[in-house]
């Protein structure tokens, strides 16, 4: 068993039921939390007049780590939850043993994502959001993933549907104000494991092979037949990823 907890955090606009595939596997070789984020899943958007900032959600991390009684985890997440993963290490870097870092970036967004980002947000919070999943689904998975598994489609499908708008909004805001972590990464002297889809467009191999260069410790594994949700898409794959390395 490993001795670090592992602590996953999920992608957007999704929640934590995105690990379900690979949680057997996970929990097998140690502890394993899976937070849902604020606003996402079954917890709920605080009341606040800040504006949106991933700073926020990093504090959610670190006040679950103290509620838990946990010093000191490996701390991981897909896509959004990777770039919460990057504000807690630039929060609480002494909180951090390792990291798992999963079809994500540390660059932040361009002029134009950032824009896209607001509209998504705006759109959620006029509209609701029964027509995010068909937007966003040809750029969460891999082209054959969306051909040949109708099963993983309607899951991301569903997952997408139940979320908040209000939780969708925020989050989308939250990513679009976040910083550059390129910083971080660099001085995380922490043992670090870099995973991407081999077809994933939103955060590309490249992105994913400058965040393992980056960081002291890094290790970049790319997963074959995989795009941006690779613990949805080829789940055995990840978990054979991360277990030997977390070991």
């Not at 705006?122 to 068909?134: D, K, Q, T």
């Not at 209000?166 to 494991?193: C, E, K």
């Not at 955060?203 to 997963?223: F, H, I, Q, S, W």
Request: a negative charge.
């Amino acid at each position: 068993m490993s001795e670090l907890p592992l602590v996953l955090l999920h992608a957007f606009p999704v929640d934590a039921r995105m690990w379900q595939p690979v949680r057997a596997p996970l929990s097998a070789a140690g502890r394993l939390i899976t937070p849902d984020q604020r606003g996402l899943g079954r917890t709920a958007l605080p009341e606040t007049d800040r504006a949106p900032s991933l700073e926020d959600a990093a504090r959610d991390v670190v006040a679950l780590l103290d509620k838990l009684e946990l010093d000191r985890v490996v701390l991981g997440g897909c896509s959004m939850g990777g770039y919460v993963t990057m504000a807690v290490l630039r929060l609480a870097p002494e909180r951090v043993g390792g990291l798992v870092l999963i079809d994500t970036k540390a660059a932040a967004d361009t002029p134009e994502a950032a824009e896209n980002r607001e509209r998504v947000a705006a759109r959620a919070e006029a509209e609701g959001i029964s027509w995010l999943a068909e937007s966003m689904l040809p750029n969460l998975l891999a082209e054959r993933t969306r051909t040949e598994r109708p099963d993983v489609v309607e899951t991301v499908r569903d997952l997408i549907g139940s979320q908040p708008p209000a939780g969708v909004a925020w989050a989308a805001r939250a990513m679009a104000a976040r910083p550059d972590s390129f910083d971080v990464l660099a001085s995380a002297d922490v043992p670090a494991l870099v995973v991407v889809g081999e077809e994933d467009g939103l955060t590309p191999p490249d992105a994913a092979r400058a965040m393992a260069d980056a960081l002291p410790k890094g290790e970049l594994v790319v997963l074959p037949g995989a795009g941006h949700l690779t613990p949805l898409e080829v789940p055995d794959a990840l978990a054979e990823a991360i277990v030997g390395w977390w070991r």
